[in-house]
């Protein structure tokens, strides 16, 4: 919610100096800000309020479109709001969605995280997995890369009850907590759960 109110400040007074980024952070602000009334309200009574603001958000996309079609951040970001909508609402085409941001977005290893984390979601780990470690060829170093592959490669181990696929989340995990210099604490704290988890179904099958 903090940050939500902080980035649509922060974009509104972008736009007269820039109104292709101003328009943008907008479109952020707003989705960020449906995300909370959702999350706050539930889907059922929150739908309504966040619906309206998923109206604002594609008003200000197309005003930023406007400015720069085939800008990369923009398409980037777009694509991103794109497949969370996808993935999550019935009757979207998740395919139609990563089509979209493979052919217009960059830099490259966001896209393959973003279509990465898309696959992960419509529970295709194989896709998933073909599209986090694409992203991690093109950022050795970066923790958030090994905690996808990490969750990718759990919930993989799950579904096919395959120890030796949990046995490499862990390690996944280990490499991204290798590096948590560079996360947040929230999210270090969050990976650190998540490994524990997967060690103990390696001691406990049945967990």
Known sequence: DTYSKKTLETAQNLIS??????NLYTAVGLFLEGAVILQREGTVSGAPQALSRLR???DHLDKAEAVSPN????????????????????FANPEQAIQKLEKNASPQ??????????YRDLKQYSQALEYANRALKATPDNPESYYLKAQILREQARKEKNSQLMQEAVGNFDKAL????????????????ERRRAAESLSNPAK
């Open 17 to 22: 100096s820039d109104p292709l980024r101003g």
């Open 71 to 90: 800008d990369p951040e923009l398409n980037l970001l777009k694509g991103y709001m794109d497949l969370m909508l996808s993935v999550n609402l019935p």
């Open 178 to 193: 290798s590096k948590k210099s560079q996360l947040p604490s929230d999210l270090t704290k969050q990976i650190e759960r």
């Open 109 to 118: 290893y966001l896209v393959d995280r973003g279509i990465a984390l898309a």
């Open 56 to 58: 604002l958000v594609y």
